[in-house]
T-cell receptor
């Protein structure tokens, strides 16, 4: 158990809908990262928050947005969903945003768009 | 262009042998490189980190080398066991100016046969 929690574990929805994925980092970790992993694809970095502020953006679509709240939990909002958005979504946390930080991953949310 | 590459073909070895996985990168000067293990449907788990000024790092049956001249890291599992079967990911910190965003390889699948 990494100490990172994600809800829900599974989500099935239809195209055009909007969903919210939630992540609670390990106690004391200030950084939260979001990743997408599709079948047969590697981890695609989406976005990084540190202590409530956006630090880096990766290949995140405009239909996707995220935020980190004062209690450090984070939410990833996916809207106007398409079939291609079906994937595993992971969040990870680390102590800080600096060097040499290992990331602790949550169990993931499996999103299926029908 | 900048890239990070891992063996795309699955590696099959016999129990007890040493598994060696490769991570090559181009056009980066990473401050450090990390290795993770990922089991199907689960989040990656951190294994080892090696810094740019380190040649080798060990942890139990695991060994990582880092050759900044060859732009390569090797990950070794000695006395391999069927329980070591998983996908192994390398990730690097590309250096200053990238907001500490890790760059991930696609991973190499390892199968250890009893």
């Amino acid at each position: 158990d990494s100490g990172v929690t994600q809800t829900p574990k599974h989500l099935i929805t239809a195209t055009g809908q909007r969903v919210t994925l939630r992540c609670s980092p390990r106690s004391g970790d200030l950084s939260v990262y979001w990743y997408q992993q599709s079948l047969d694809q590697g981890l695609q970095f989406l976005i990084h928050y540190y202590n409530g502020e956006e630090r880096a953006k990766g290949n995140i679509l405009e239909r996707f947005s995220a935020q980190q709240f004062p209690d450090l939990h984070s939410e990833l909002n996916l809207s106007s969903l398409e079939l291609g958005d079906s994937a595993l979504y992971f969040c990870a946390s680390s102590v800080e945003s600096g060097r040499y930080n290992e990331q602790f991953f949550g169990p993931g949310t499996r999103l299926t768009v029908l | 262009s900048q890239k990070i590459e891992q063996n795309s073909e699955a590696l099959n070895i016999q129990e007890g042998k040493t598994a060696t996985l490769t991570c090559n990168y181009t056009n980066y000067s990473p401050a450090y490189l990390q290795w993770y293990r990922q089991d199907p449907g689960r989040g990656p788990v951190f294994l080892l980190l090696i810094r740019e000024n380190e040649k080798e790092k060990r942890k139990e049956r695991l060994k990582v080398t880092f050759d900044t001249t060859l732009k390569q890291s090797l990950f070794h599992i000695t006395a391999s066991q069927p329980a070591d079967s998983a996908t192994y990911l390398c990730a690097l910190d590309p250096g200053a100016g990238n907001n500490r965003k890790l760059i991930w390889g696609l991973g190499t699948s390892l199968a250890v046969n009893p």
